[in-house]
């Protein structure tokens, strides 16, 4: 009887792990969050280096994850099995392990995700964007109103702005300025990778300043520049607020969006949404 349990137990077992690798197999690994993230670091590179070699070697061995090992790449990038480590945490991994196996789509997300094929045009225009939608709707419920209001009320009577962002946020950065603009106010779009002495100089001339760090690490390197600043500072951030102490006057922090944050498409959608929210409650 032991024995017949056994082998049905380890009949279960064997289909389970079939099944699983059935679904591993119907992974879209190239919609995965992995591969977008690997792709917008791609975009990043600027130089023939190592993060660029990692990069494109993790990219072009997509489909062999999660069933790759670190050694592999390390081989295949001409590295070590520490430098992918350092990698993978420098990307938002805790390990290699989690970074291989990080194959999700946001499957209740995507833009194209379940449309009919035989739609006519038509039809499937109006499906983009009632999805469109949905996701806009999703962002704008989770914003906090009496936080943007109260930001907004605080900045109506300035006059000259700073917003700083970096080439990711570019975008964000770019449609907040317009709108600031569109509202009368001088804006200062500035990158903060630029000098120390051009941030500190902007810091000093501005009524205002808006800092775009979605991971928040920038800040937290220099974190001496906001210690003390006389004019009202605040941050947009997915981190969560107190990880910044009394450093800002406000905190915006998307961190109910973590998975959407992982794609570039997904958080500039976020910045824009809130500026527009932000605008709206200026207008008032």
């Given at each position: 009887m032991e024995r017949h349990e056994d082998f049905l137990y380890g009949t279960v077992e064997l289909a389970s792990f079939f099944a699983e690798r059935k679904r591993e197999d119907?992974?879209?690994?190239?919609?995965?969050?992995v591969y977008i993230r690997l792709s917008e670091n791609l975009f990043r590179c600027k130089k023939y280096d190592l993060n660029f070699q990692i990069t494109k070697t993790l990219i072009e061995r997509i489909?062999?994850?999660?069933?790759?090992y670190i050694e592999e790449i390390a081989y295949a990038a001409k590295t070590t099995p520490a430098s992918i480590t350092k990698f993978c945490k420098k990307i938002g991994y805790q390990s290699f392990k989690e970074m291989r196996t990080d194959l999700d789509v946001y499957s209740n997300?995507?833009?194209?995700?379940?449309f009919e094929g035989n739609k006519n045009k038509e039809d499937f225009l109006e499906n983009v964007l009632n999805k469109e939608y949905q996701i806009n709707q999703l962002i704008?419920?989770?914003?906090?109103?009496d936080q943007t209001r109260r930001i907004a009320k605080s900045i109506k009577e300035k006059s000259k702005i700073a917003i700083f962002g970096n080439n990711y946020s570019f975008a964000g950065v770019n449609f907040f300025r317009e709108l600031l603009s569109q509202e009368g106010y001088l804006v200062m779009e500035l990158n903060r990778s630029a000098e120390r002495q051009?941030?500190?100089?902007?810091?000093?001339?501005?009524?205002?300043?808006?800092?775009?760090?979605?991971?928040?690490d920038w800040v937290l390197e220099n974190k001496e520049l906001f210690i003390n600043q006389s004019m009202p500072n605040y941050l947009l951030t997915q981190r969560k607020a107190e990880d910044f102490g009394n450093l800002f006057d406000e905190i915006i922090t998307f961190d109910t969006f973590d998975?959407?944050?992982?794609?570039?498409?997904?958080?500039?959608?976020?910045?824009?949404?809130?500026t527009i929210y932000f605008v709206m409650f200026l207008k008032n």
């Open positions: 119907k992974l879209n690994k190239t919609s995965s969050k489909q062999e994850f999660p069933d790759i997300e995507l833009m194209m995700d379940q704008f419920e989770t914003l906090d109103a051009l941030i500190e100089s902007v810091l000093q001339e501005c009524d205002a300043v808006f800092i775009i760090s979605l991971t928040g998975f959407l944050l992982l794609s570039n498409y997904y958080s500039q959608k976020i910045i824009h949404l809130w």
